[in-house]
């Protein structure tokens, strides 16, 4: 009898346990919704990409070997957008981008 009446006693406790989540999901679920909504509405602004169009620098000399040291001077000294190494044949050029 002891142990029947445990059984029956647990049996009752999930019984209100999933009672009060049965409860609890509809208002976890429009929790969720409204925070995927807010995090749309909150997303960062697209700006339309400007065109850069690619000059071979003129103040870089030799092969060029460091990104960074060319963007630097693309940027610094001829006022470009973006500077990098590219490969063109037979050797790396620094290559400045400009607004087209």
């Known amino acids: 009898m002891l142990i029947f009446s445990r059984y029956t006693y647990i049996e009752t406790k999930v019984v209100i346990i999933n009672n009060h989540m049965a409860k609890f999901s509809p208002i976890v679920s429009l929790l969720f919704v409204a925070l995927v909504l807010f995090a749309s509405l909150e997303g960062p ?56």
């Open 45 to 100: 602004t697209k700006v339309e990409a400007q065109k850069l169009c690619k000059k071979n620098s003129g103040t870089w000399s030799g092969v060029c070997g460091n990104n960074n040291a060319c963007k630097n001077q693309c940027i610094n000294l001829e006022g470009a957008r973006h500077g990098s190494c590219n490969y063109v044949f037979p050797y790396h050029r620094c290559i400045c981008y400009f607004p087209c």
